[in-house]
């Protein structure tokens, strides 16, 4: 088992994807990078304690390779708007991967170079170095299973979600 701990705007589109993303173990919606301890959702989202709403994907690498989870993260959002992704502003949102250590930094370093040949504008994903992980509240868990009617899953999450089945199909559930 792997975990890739990536942020790609707000958590509840991309917990969507890789929870219907076969060979996947664990998804968790979280925050991290920031300086705050234990911050809640509203303080994340005020733009005050450095953090962004991230995910950490725990996924079977013989089943659904890493090139495949981090394909999905590229495709997922816009890796070329800086700490935006639609309406979604601040640096809470920004696009970046959290590595664990220099091989799984030069790992991901090497996949944003691979990503940047499919983006006409340069991509703006940050390498960071994991920090503490805050679980996010258990309502954002899940969010787009739990919530179907919910006017942001309708026009935000669900067209990522038809856009990971038609670029991955083979590793979607």
């Not at 994903?125 to 899953?153: I, M, V």
Request: overall charge negative; hydrophobic content about 35%; charged content about 20%.
């Amino acid at each position: 088992m792997q975990t890739f701990t990536l942020a790609a705007g707000c958590f509840w589109c991309m917990d969507a994807v890789y929870r219907r993303t076969k060979g996947v173990t664990a998804v968790e919606s979280g925050y991290t990078g920031g300086h705050v301890e234990n911050p809640s959702y509203y303080a994340v989202c005020s733009g005050t304690t450095g953090h962004a709403e991230a995910v950490r994907v725990t996924f079977d690498e013989d089943v659904v390779p890493p090139e495949v989870i981090l394909g999905m993260f590229f495709t997922g959002h816009d890796p070329t708007s800086l700490n935006r992704q639609g309406n979604d502003v601040g640096t809470q949102y920004r696009s970046a991967m959290f590595y664990r250590d220099e091989e799984e930094k030069e790992y991901f370093a090497a996949a944003i170079e691979q990503a940047q040949e499919i983006f006409p504008r340069p991509i703006v994903t940050t390498l960071e170095p994991a920090s503490t992980w805050y679980p996010a509240e258990p309502e954002h868990q899940d969010f787009y299973t739990r919530n179907p009617g919910n006017g942001y899953c309708s026009f935000i999450i669900d067209p990522k979600v038809a856009r990971a089945r038609s670029s991955y199909a083979e590793w979607m559930l």
